[in-house]
């Protein structure tokens, strides 16, 4: 996927459109278009980055890389945050996957994947909550209803609750593989009962009776 969104650069020059282009699980941005034969201004791996919305703007997107990087977006739209959202969780999940695949498959599970699923679901868990409030909103305006933008809401909310319930499957499936891992024994090994010699078996009651009177 690719195309504009608005980057916040400085306090000095603030909000600055940029050219943005996804591929192969990184996020490249570029001046503009026109300059995308000059270089990348800057990139930033998507199975690194936390995808956060803010509550208060449906446009914002932000990338977080704890203590590292953080890039903060804007999207012309709602429609389109929500295009770039996919996008980019699309893009992330398929990053897993063929990391799971590249590697030597573990009986151990990896604690990272069910970390990445839970984040994800709390990024979709607030899209939802704003989705939500939106056609709230739009079905009580003082002046009727807004249909059209119930619609679109509608529309965003219905492809939203789609990922979400996939997302929270995968969440679920590797929550109950780390428990099945955790309760599964490693390395027992049964060892059977020591024989017992009956002479010396019935010397011992014998001693043991003699020792009781």
């Known amino acids: 996927m690719e195309g504009v969104l608005w980057k916040w650069t ?5 909000w ?4 943005f282009v996804l591929e192969n699980g990184v996020l490249t941005y570029y001046k503009s278009q026109e300059e995308v034969n000059q270089g990348c201004k800057g990139s930033i791996k998507i199975q690194a980055c936390e995808i956060n919305v803010n509550p208060m703007d449906s446009t914002r997107l ?3 890389i704890p203590g590292e990087q953080h890039m903060y977006l804007r999207a012309a739209t709602s429609q389109e945050r929500q295009q770039w959202l996919v996008a980019l969780g699309s893009a992330k999940a398929c990053v897993h996957k063929r990391t799971r695949n590249d590697t030597i498959v573990s009986a151990e599970p990896n604690p ?3 970390k ?7 990024l979709y868990c607030d899209l939802l909550m704003q989705q939500v409030h ?3 909103s739009a079905a009580t305006n003082e002046n009727g209803p807004e249909v059209e933008k119930m619609d679109d809401a509608t529309r965003l909310l219905g492809a939203t609750c789609d990922t ?6 995968e969440c679920m499936k590797l929550s109950n593989a780390s428990i099945v891992y955790e309760i599964t024994p490693k390395n027992d090994v049964i060892l059977p009962p020591t024989a017992v010699n009956p002479s010396s078996k019935k010397k011992h009651l014998l001693r043991s009776s003699s020792t009781d009177s």
């Open 10 to 14: 400085n306090y000095w020059n603030g």
């Open 16 to 19: 600055q459109t940029r050219w």
């Open 62 to 64: 932000d990338l977080v």
């Open 112 to 114: 990272d994947a069910l």
């Open 116 to 122: 990445t699923k839970k984040s994800e679901l709390r």
């Open 134 to 136: 939106v056609i709230k």
């Open 164 to 169: 979400f319930i996939k997302t929270l499957e």
